[in-house]
């Protein structure tokens, strides 16, 4: 199945006691994050470790891990049948790891970047760090599963969706307000600054991209937060990770080097949903090209293990990833 609105079609991996860590981004920050895994199969990794197992180039595409597909496939149908507990999937690579953050505001309040489902342990976290939550932010088209759920539990935050993540909502029965949902116009883009920039947060929506992702400065510390802009894939080497991860990364990566590393930093998807016909990749390149000029010294993101990414390493990655090719 594809998502449910706030996760409801999959395991809580949180009742299962999975959770990997949670705290300050670093001290004094007002940065906080939360990691948590969603346990269900990834429908592109998935028909990702499909295709490369079963391409004739197999050994050509999987280079040194190849040897490596057979047992990737056999995990791959275990989870389609339902065979894999939660831990299972966690253990092999499986679940889809994300984090949320919490900024502290200016006027005492919080917002809520990339949010999780609100089961119980995530919102005695939101508790401990105190303070209403002001705003709950979707920071890309594919990051929707937890509005639903942020709504019911903090009901009097603003949501603030792009028009990519509000069209996966609304097929799914969940309909948003006009005010809640930001669109690529010069009008919306003004309606975020006005609402974040007094509360010490600068929205950087990229303009011209069919996911609407909106990534956030943080000025006090000169972080930026970035949801699916890059997954420095290129920094992994495949033949220390589980099969699973290896052979739908290294797919998805467009293949795998000798140096076992992917060829790209970016899934092969990625590029269908944000270059077809309604991207405007001119704009794009000029949206980001201006993000990369801020003054930001480090990078968060939503995936991949916590850590804070120089922004020197992370400009050129962007640069060559999408700058170069758009």
């Known amino acids: 199945g594809e998502y449910g609105v706030d996760g409801d079609s999959f395991p809580d991996p949180f009742d299962q006691g999975i959770l990997e860590e949670e705290g300050?981004?670093?001290?004094?920050?007002?940065?906080?994050?939360?990691?948590?895994?969603?346990?269900?199969?990834?429908?592109?990794?998935?028909?990702?470790?499909?295709?490369?197992?079963?391409?004739?180039?197999?050994?050509?595409?999987?280079?040194?891990?190849?040897?490596?597909?057979?047992?990737?496939?056999?995990?791959?149908?275990?989870?389609?049948?339902?065979?894999?507990?939660?831990?299972?999937?966690?253990?092999?690579?499986?679940?889809?790891?994300?984090?949320?953050?919490?900024?502290?505001l200016g006027s005492g309040g919080l917002l809520l970047y990339n949010p999780q489902r609100m089961c119980k342990r995530a919102q005695a976290w939101i508790a401990r760090l105190g303070g209403d939550v002001r705003f709950v932010v979707s920071p890309a088209r594919g990051h929707f599963w937890g509005i639903r759920s942020a709504k019911r539990a903090y009901p009097d935050a603003k949501l603030i969706v792009g028009?990519?993540?509000?069209?996966?909502?609304?097929?799914?029965?969940f309909e948003l307000g006009a005010d809640e949902v930001w669109h690529d116009t010069d009008e919306d883009v003004a309606r975020l600054k006005a609402a974040l920039e007094p509360e010490g947060v600068v929205p950087l929506p990229w303009r011209g991209d069919t996911s609407a992702r909106l990534m956030l400065l943080h000025p006090a510390t000169k972080i930026l937060l970035e949801a699916d802009v890059r997954y420095c894939w290129s920094e992994l080497n495949l033949s220390e990770m589980s099969p699973w991860q290896a052979v739908s990364i290294g797919n998805l990566a467009g293949g795998?080097?000798?140096?076992?590393?992917?060829?790209?930093?970016?899934?092969?998807?990625?590029?269908a949903w944000n270059t077809g016909k309604r991207a405007d990749r001119p704009c794009m390149r000029a949206s980001l090209e201006a993000v990369l000029a801020l003054d930001f010294t480090r990078v968060l993101r939503v995936h991949g293990a916590f850590t804070l990414l120089d922004a020197d390493t992370w400009r050129v990655g962007a640069r060559r990833e999408w700058i170069d090719w758009l």
Request: proline share 5%; hydrophobic share 30%; with cysteine.
């Open 24 to 104: 300050e981004v670093e001290p004094n920050s007002g940065i906080f994050h939360f990691r948590t895994y969603l346990c269900r199969l990834h429908p592109d990794f998935a028909a990702s470790v499909e295709e490369a197992c079963n391409a004739e180039d197999k050994e050509q595409r999987l280079g040194p891990i190849s040897s490596r597909a057979d047992e990737a496939l056999k995990l791959c149908k275990e989870a389609r049948s339902g065979s894999l507990t939660a831990q299972s999937m966690c253990d092999h690579g499986m679940a889809i790891l994300n984090r949320m953050y919490a900024i502290r």
């Open 163 to 173: 028009h990519g993540a509000a069209k996966e909502l609304r097929r799914r029965g």
């Open 256 to 271: 795998v080097g000798e140096d076992c590393k992917p060829r790209k930093d970016l899934p092969r998807y990625q590029y």
